[in-house]
């Protein structure tokens, strides 16, 4: 506990010291979302249909794009080696990872999406849902993204690769939490798409931090 | 068991086996296949509802079930990989990747010629066609994975994690038919219940799938042998079998 506590603290430092890494994927996100009003035309009809498809397709790049550099620095500086040769747990570290990417990355996301609202026409019922498939949906985007940054860290073209590889795991997400969003703002319920999301987060929270302690194990092998 | 089993985790072992299983299965599985495709598209009694054009199921089925099957086949290799080191299982996950990638291409590309007929439409999005995209980008990710760093072993392991990963598709493309209602028809084989397809359909069907699946088997049995002996060239009983021809 005293380590996750330790391992916590090391990178929110790490986050408070490196700006960029966190504020350019946001701003990302937020110029994307401007870009389609820009490019299919500024109809606030067309906007609120496709919104749900235009928020998530955005988090998801800007999620993707933040991953990249994840684990990059404490590779390079042997950070990673040196835990795995100390026979230290990897766990704490994975799980600081993962917490402070999802408070640096998908938090902030969440906290936008009232700004994304006024932008995209979205009324008071399609808003909520949107916040809560946002709440379900980015932690679960944070896990694949850190799986795949741990998979990729020592490989020659990381960037392009981890897209490859995360962006097909991220699809079952965005159908539900887009067909959730659409159903809201049809009115109709949409409890059933939450509690889909709900379950595949669960699922993933008690694998994922298993497969990532040993990509990052092989990847300094 | 495993005392039984483990002189076949030796590569020379292997590549020997592989040699001598490889003309049987590859003759074996051109026969079945000329013999189940001929049958099906010539012999069988015309669909009551789709006609003649119902006949590419015997190229689109078997496709499909056996690109599902080749990447469990891929992802049992990676666990054992992974969790007992063996080598020939992590150059087999990457002998039976392009093989089953190629199997869900042309699955894919069967379901669009056969989708335009009877839907009117090359590609719809429903959650089958959706569900098998998404199994053709994990087997390119796996491909892509390995060959993306300078040791060729790491690139391995990381495509067996993604493999093991991967799995969690399997069973959503599977029962993706029966949880959403969509375009794409129910399966017409299960084991359990009288299939749904008439019996002079179901034997060129059935031999067609046999024949995709013995195809499969030679072809990684090929692939292996080329992988086996890229990965020990440096071996002494490689250098002694190159000197001996």
Known sequence: MVVLVSFIQRELRLLARQKADWLNPLLFFVIV???FPLGV???????????????WIAALLSVLLAAERLFKDDYRNGVIEQLVAARQPLLSFVLAKLLTNWLSTGLPLVLLSPVVALLLNIETAGFVAMLLTLLLGTPLLSLLSVMGAALTVSADKGGI?????????YIPLLIFASAAMEAAAMNMPYHGQLAIMLAMLLFAMALIPMAVISALKLNVS | MFKWLHPFAKPETVYHLCGRFYPWLISAGILLLLLGNIWGLAFTPPDYQQGDSY?????????AIMSMGTYSAMAIAAFIALVWQVKVAQWSVLAIAPVGAIYTAIALITGMAWGKPMWGTWWVWDARLTSELILLFLYLGVIALSGAFTDRQTGAKAASLLAIVGVINLPVIHFSVEWWNTLHQGASITKFAKPSI???????LLISILAFKVIMLALVCLRLRTAILLNEQHRPWVKAMAKGQ
């Open chain 1, 33 to 35: 979302l401007s870009l």
């Open chain 1, 41 to 55: 035309g500024p109809e606030a009809n067309l906007l609120r249909i496709m919104a749900p498809g235009i928020v």
């Open chain 1, 161 to 169: 690769l981890l897209a490859l590889l995360i962006l097909p795991l």
């Open chain 2, 55 to 63: 006949r590419i199921i015997h190229i689109h089925v078997p496709s």
């Open chain 2, 198 to 204: 008439d019996p002079s359909m179901l034997w060129p």
